[in-house]
């Protein structure tokens, strides 16, 4: 099992910049990415940027020279943090993680979801 618990979300106005958190917990053999989705209301859940173990990142042609994903591997951490933020970035924001368990298996598991909100 692993536990992923998001942190940072909250309200600010347009050109502003939050930081977000996820700490993964459990008993895993790797941990081997971890990445960031969200979901506005209405609209189905899109893929925001991702981070390997071995600290490649990719991210969304939306947020791309405006978000930066980052990791603290001693914490199993992974950080987004968000500048220049615009209103289309209102969202829930998911974190996740690809793990190698200990019995060798592969499993995806979510956050429950931090809100951002971005106002005019």
């Known amino acids: 099992q692993v536990q992923l618990v998001e942190s940072g979300g909250g309200l600010v106005q347009a050109g502003g910049s939050l930081r977000l958190s996820c700490a993964a917990s459990?008993?895993?053999?790797?941990?081997?990415?971890m990445g960031w989705y969200r979901q506005a209301p209405g609209k189905q859940r899109e893929w925001v940027a991702t981070?390997?173990?071995?600290?490649?990142?990719n991210y969304a042609d939306s947020v791309k020279g405006r978000f930066t994903i980052s990791e603290d591997n001693a914490k199993n951490t992974v950080y987004l943090q968000m500048n220049s933020l615009k209103p289309e970035d209102t969202a829930v924001y998911y974190c996740?993680?690809?793990?190698?368990?200990?019995?060798?298996?592969?499993?995806?598991?979510w956050g429950q979801g931090t809100q951002v909100t971005v106002s005019l």
């Open positions: 981070i390997t173990r071995g600290g490649s990142t």
């Open positions: 996740n993680a690809r793990v190698t368990t200990v019995i060798q298996t592969e499993l995806l598991s």
């Open positions: 459990g008993r895993f053999f790797s941990l081997n990415a």
